[in-house]
């Protein structure tokens, strides 16, 4: 499990889809080091208004995967 936070949202189904440069190079490295099954969890928009509802969502997800 890889969990990142953003500024911005840059989710696949975002405009900024195609500037996510954190996942695929984190795929590429860990990789390397031979972790290549792994779930991403970004939590995203840590700059903007929306932060607390963002961090409160990843917090759940993070709870429901530890169960």
Do not use: C, W
């Not at 936070?5 to 984190?26: C, H, I, K, M, V």
């Not at 995203?44 to 995967?65: C, D, G, H, R, W």
């Amino acid at each position: 499990m890889v969990i990142t936070t953003r500024g911005g949202a840059y989710g696949p189904n975002s405009p900024t889809a195609a500037l996510d440069f954190q996942e695929p190079y984190l795929r590429v490295i860990l990789g390397f080091i031979g972790l290549s099954d792994l779930k991403f969890l970004h939590v995203e928009q840590q700059m903007k208004p929306e932060a607390e509802i963002e961090f409160a969502s990843a917090v759940a997800q993070i709870n429901e995967l530890a169960k």
